[in-house]
């Protein structure tokens, strides 16, 4: 048994949605639970009907173009979704009666993306003679509590999608599941979303909790690549990877799992494959506990632009307890995350998202710092095994000096798997060609 991932580009039209299932139909035998996104721009096109709402105006033209047409291509009847507009027109009109959206009727919302999804993947299989059955989350035990826009699964998902999906695959029904991802039920019933990486999260709770042989996701490229090949050409698909390094890659900015939807199959010793949907002969990469065969000391090099790096000097405090304390308690008094960091008795370097509004939490580091901002700054991370971090040090800034690129800042991560530098915006993509070709040439 395995599970299936399709995000949004993968299901965004009648063609993707034909391509995707000639990929399930080959898999048929593996025994697929299949969850999905919404269509391409399904998600905007809701939220700016809600917009739209707000102001009073009713409006679901874009999102019923958009599936009915895909229907009409299809040619699948109509009734898959029918009932679903209506319900999503009629939530509409209510939000133009109070003029108000409120998180829970925001997630109630953007949950039809999804929802139309699923109905139309499965009435498809069908008319091409492969039983399915669509799904919402729910439906197969996926609960969570009540933390709208942002909601966290219960535990009892772990008993519940098993007594669901169990006689799937003991063989008892042929039939494909075809899942939501992204969308959950509370207690109360009411509808919420799971936040940032929601619908990789949904793949790895089914497929951890049923104990299937490989999680995969599918994208349009070859799995993970030494870097994003957009920017270097000479990118390389990446064979193996650790659970760790993934998370790592896809915190620095590389488009990998959301490393909160690790946490299932890092329980359960998962495996989980990144696929290329456009070859599907191709291995793609494996992300696994620990490595199964020989590695290279760096596995890929990711990055992170417009971020803001954040000085602070306090000579004041020279000897005394406390400093890093009264630091991080003002991040935190700000609600204000930190990506990378280095330290000394009486300075810290830090990076932050530049669009945070720093002017609250510089007033109040003021009062025993001097700091110091400096915008248009980037991450460029190598993740790699820092028990050869002096050889792989060595060679990277070598290999900049040559280049006359400056490195303003460096931090090791803790998780032994990352070593993070911070160089100028305009010298980003350069900087990442020449550690690529340093490492991988």
Excluded at 162 to 184: Q, R
Excluded at 371 to 385: E, G, L, R
Excluded at 394 to 418: H, P, R, T, W, Y
Aim: proline share 3%; hydrophobic share 40%; charged share 20%.
């Amino acid at each position: 048994m395995i599970t299936m991932k399709f995000g949004g580009s993968s299901v965004a039209n009648a063609d993707r949605i034909k391509h995707v299932a000639s990929i399930i139909k080959a898999y048929r035998d593996e025994k697929p639970v299949v969850i999905l996104s919404a269509m391409g721009e399904t998600t905007d096109f809701l939220l700016d009907a809600a917009d739209e709402a707000v102001k009073g105006n009713v409006d679901i033209k874009n999102v019923a173009t958009l599936h009915l047409d895909t229907i009409k291509v299809l040619e699948i009847d109509g009734e898959c979704v029918n009932g679903l507009l209506n319900e999503l027109n009629q939530l509409l009109t209510g939000i133009s009666m109070i003029r108000e959206l409120t998180k829970r009727t925001r997630d109630y919302l953007v949950s039809f993306g999804e929802r139309l999804s699923v109905r139309i993947m499965a009435s498809y299989l069908e008319k091409i003679g492969i039983p399915a059955t669509f799904y919402d989350s729910w439906d197969i035990g996926i609960v969570s509590d009540s933390n709208f826009m942002s909601a966290e699964l219960l535990d009892e998902v772990w008993t519940n999608i098993p007594n669901h999906l169990n006689p799937y695959k003991e063989g008892i029904s042929n039939s494909i599941p075809i899942v939501t991802g992204f969308i959950a039920k509370d207690k109360d019933g009411n509808i919420t979303t799971l936040g940032r990486g929601g619908s990789d999260l949904s793949a790895t709770i089914i497929g951890a909790a049923m104990n299937v042989d490989e999680i995969q996701t599918w994208k349009d490229v070859d799995g993970i690549m030494t870097t994003d090949p957009r920017d270097c050409k000479d990118a390389k698909p990446v064979p193996e990877v650790t659970y760790e390094e993934a998370q790592e890659l896809a915190m620095f900015g590389a488009q990998v799992l959301h490393p909160r939807s690790m946490i299932p199959c890092r329980k359960t010793g998962t495996p989980v494959r990144v696929k290329n949907s456009y070859d599907i002969t191709s291995p793609g990469s494996i992300i696994v506990e620990k490595h199964i065969s020989h590695v290279a000391p760096v596995c890929a090099i990711t990055s992170i632009k417009h971020i803001t790096l954040i000085d602070i000097i306090s000579s004041r405090m020279l000897g005394a307890a406390g400093f890093l304390a009264h630091v991080f308690n003002n991040f935190l008094k700000w609600n204000i995350s930190i990506d990378v960091i280095a330290t000394s008795e009486v300075s810290v370097s830090l990076t932050v998202n530049t669009k945070n509004d720093l002017s609250g939490l510089i007033k109040d580091l003021e009062q025993v710092s001097d700091v110091n901002i400096h915008n248009a700054k980037s991450i460029v991370t190598i993740i790699c095994d820092v028990k050869h971090s002096s050889a792989i040090l060595a060679s990277g800034f070598a290999a900049l000096a040559d280049e006359g690129i400056n490195v303003q800042m460096i931090s090791q991560g803790a998780s032994k798997v990352n070593i993070s530098i911070i160089v100028d915006d305009d010298e980003c993509d350069r900087t990442v060609r020449i550690l690529h070709k340093a490492f991988f040439s």
